[in-house]
């Protein structure tokens, strides 16, 4: 029995490292060591069963609107600040893909300010079958009293909303803002000129 166990544990050593040299040669055919070392840092699919990955839950503000444009881009002339990108998924916690939810976005104007007298920096879109979504817009500048933050409310049919905030990393305000919460911070990528957010939002669906 020790023998065939020996045996057994070496062909399982022998066919992995066939298949790690196989796998190495093909990586070189197919564009060298750079795709070999992208294929192993590849991250492992996120455990969706968690309910600690669902998406918290905050306050909606002072200054939501109702009936914001239908757009995917925020950018109108005028409108001054950083450019951004935010993006991301809408999923179960079985990371099924939520296709067709409805999200709103609001935030301030780049030096703190809301428009609440029109919809500029207003607008809503719907997540695509994949359940991803895109938007264009500024970095929100800092409303007194609180940290940089966009609103966000997602709505799927026939389910309660989710009303949320997104935040930003390493902002010194983030520590005295009073419902800052690290779960709801974006990954923030990019150059200066041209930043990117990825934000994935992860509803309880039953």
């Known amino acids: 029995m020790k023998l065939a166990n020996d045996f057994s544990l070496t062909r399982r ?3 992995a490292a066939s ?9 070189r055919r197919a564009g060298g060591l750079d ?3 992208a294929t192993v840092g ?3 699919t996120p ?3 968690d309910t600690d990955d669902i998406t918290p839950p905050q306050t909606a503000g002072p200054f939501f609107k109702p009936r914001s444009p239908d757009r995917k881009s925020l950018l109108e002339p005028g409108i001054q600040g950083t450019r951004i990108v935010l993006e991301g998924n809408i999923r179960s916690t079985k990371c099924r893909p939520v296709q067709g939810a ?3 976005f609001w935030q301030a104007d780049g030096s703190g300010v809301y428009d609440n007298a029109g919809y500029r920096l207003r607008g809503h879109q719907f997540a695509d079958a994949a359940g991803r979504y895109r938007l264009e817009t500024i970095v929100p500048g800092v409303y007194p009293g609180r940290t940089r933050h966009f609103h966000v409310r997602v709505q799927v049919p026939n389910r309660p909303a989710l009303t949320t905030q997104l935040y930003f990393p390493g902002e010194p305000e983030n520590k005295k803002d009073f419902i800052f919460n690290a779960k709801l911070v974006v990954a923030v990528g990019g150059a200066a000129g041209a930043r990117t957010a990825n934000f994935d939002f992860v509803l ?3």
């Open 42 to 44: 590849t991250e492992p």
């Open 35 to 37: 795709a070999l070392a």
């Open 47 to 49: 455990a969706c069963a």
């Open 13 to 15: 050593g022998f066919l």
């Open 19 to 27: 298949l790690i040299v196989s796998d190495i040669l093909f990586n």
């Open 102 to 104: 409805l999200l709103d």
């Open 204 to 206: 309880d669906l039953g």
